[in-house]
Structures are given as C-alpha cells and as structure tokens.
C-alpha cells in the first residue's frame, strides 16, 4: 500500500478552509460553502478518471448533496465503499469535523488513480451531505440504493474526525471485543476492524476499540446488514491520564477542544494523527481491495 502523501492531505484542508472562510465562515448543510466544498472534490476526481454523481436530496427545505465516485473495473457483485462526510455544522469551518475525514479519503482515491490501481473488488467511494442533522446523506444513498445494488456492496469503511488535536487512536469495535457499549455489528465488521488495527501494529501504535453506536454514516449501513468500520481520533469526550500515557497530549483535555465550534479551522489538526490515519486508510483500501480470492 502507498504512502498518503501528508502535504496532499494539508493541502485539501487548506483549500476546504478557504471555502468556508468566501462563504460565511462554515461549509454547512443548505449554505453556498457545502455546494463549492462538493464542486471541489468532484472536479478533482472526475480528473482523475473516476465516474461521478452528485445525487441531490432535500432536508429542511435546503437541497444536500453526496459526492459518489467509482473507479471503474473490479467485481461489479462485490463492491467495497469508502466513505466521509463532507459537511460542517454552521458555527464553524469544519476541518477536523470532518475535512481531515474529506480529504484523507480524496488523497486516497486520488492515489489509486495515480497507480493505476486494478483491484478485484470495485471501489466506490462516498462523500455525504447533512451528517451533522442526523445522518441525512448516507440515510438517504442506502434508502435510494435499489436492494440488488445494495447486497453487492459488502464492507462500507467511515472516516469522520481523523485528525484531533489531542489524538486517541480509535477503531470502531465492530466486533464488541471489548464487551462495552453497542454490538457487536454485521459479521464482516470484525474483519474491517482488524484490517485498521493491523496497520496501526505495524507502526507500533496502540490502539483501543470505540463504541460502534452509529454516531456517524456507517449508522445506516450497519442497519441493513452491511459490514463497517473506521477509525477516529476523539470528538469531545475526555482524554484519561491512562489514554494520555499512551498516547501522548493532554490529560484532562478533550481530544478536540474545538469540536463543533468556529475554532475548527486549520489550526485545529494533530499532522501525525492525521498522517498515521490517512496512512492507515490506504493500506486498508489497497488490502481489502486487492485481496485474491475477493475476501
Ligand atoms: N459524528 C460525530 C460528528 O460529526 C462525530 C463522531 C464520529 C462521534 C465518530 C463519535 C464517533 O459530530
Ligand atoms: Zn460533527
Ligand atoms: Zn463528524
Ligand atoms: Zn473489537
Ligand atoms: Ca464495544
């Protein structure tokens, strides 16, 4: 799997902040800064050789879009999605929530373009709208998915908040190993969540599991039976001097003190947990997706 280039990644949250910043300050659900972020990535995969949509659905009187990108080939009955929300709340611009989701998964579809990729499986991947009012985007795409597409899509991997400023190294519990909170999910997840944790061995970074409650759009995939997972650096619970001794930063701090608020900007991203999570990203596309026979 390749190396996701960090100053790629920097980059796409640099141009999603300028968005936000000619557009009102946010990149919110209904607002002309959600349109130019989804034109912005768009553009940039329809360069790239990907086949596009922007499929439009209505909440709150306000039209939304998700982005959805194919790369073309691979097994058109086994499809794997890859997926981030593309929208902020109103308060502020969004990077961490969830530009560094945004991004790290374009630099990723953009690298399987770069290297030509021919997986076995078909590679889809997803950028929703209205997240942030209760999973409207990825709701509506797997409502909308007609049931013959929908029982070809076999693993749907979420990325929302990779990049927190005082990181934890999260992968979503799919299998409730840890026998806290909700779970386990569909069968397949377990499978999806050692795939994350297996890269994150390889770098020699601890992780622990994070409760699979679908608080982000791998909610409404679990819920018809799909396989899902993820990884995520901490929203705006607390970090524990045990979590601080192995990880590092801030005991007693939120893992991000900006969560939700006009100071998620630029500034409000940890480089190396987002370097280790776009990483991490790309060697789980390239082995799930490259896996012979198809896993
Ligand atoms: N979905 C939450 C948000 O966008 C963030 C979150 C992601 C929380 C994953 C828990 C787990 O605000
Ligand atoms: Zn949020
Ligand atoms: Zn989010
Ligand atoms: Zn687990
Ligand atoms: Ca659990």
Redesign the pocket.
Known sequence: PPDISLTAVKAHLTQLQSIATANGGNRAHGRPGYLASANYVKNLLDGAGFTTTLQSFTYNGATGYNVIADWPGGDPNDVLMVGA?LDSVTAGPGIN??GTGSAAILETALEVARQGLAPSKHLRFAWWGA??LGLRGSQYYVNNLPAAERSKVKGYLNF??VGSPNPGYFVYDGDNSDGVGSGPGPAGSAQLEATLQAYFTSIGVPTRG?DFDG??DYGPFINVGIPAGGT?TG?EGIKSSAQATLWGGTAGQAFDPC??RACDTISNVSDTALDRNADAIAYAVWTIATATPPA
């Open positions: 929300h929530d969830n997240e942030e929302d908040m994070t608080r982000s995520f929203a969560y939700h």
